[in-house]
């Protein structure tokens, strides 16, 4: 995963899940199946986990979706 890799998870839908007219986490389970290409470009399943403390990316909607200036992300 270092290298990255394309992973697609089939029960997780192209469309944002919404809830309120507000765009939350679309990881609401604690597991997944993922399909991907392995070596040799073979057709590859996983189950991929995600829970626990520190586990998870943190998920953000509301700043990734606004518009940024240059000077929002100035170092000060």
Not at 39 to 45: G, I, P, S, V
């Amino acid at each position: 995963m270092n290298l990255g890799l394309t992973v697609v998870l089939p029960a997780i839908p192209g469309t944002p899940l919404t809830v309120d007219g507000k765009i939350i986490d679309p990881l609401q389970t604690t597991q997944y199946g993922g399909k991907y290409r392995g070596r040799q470009f073979a057709e590859c399943t996983t189950s991929l986990l995600v829970g626990g403390e520190n586990c998870k990316v943190y998920f953000d909607s509301e700043y990734l979706n606004t518009t940024v200036t240059g000077t929002d992300c100035a170092l000060v």
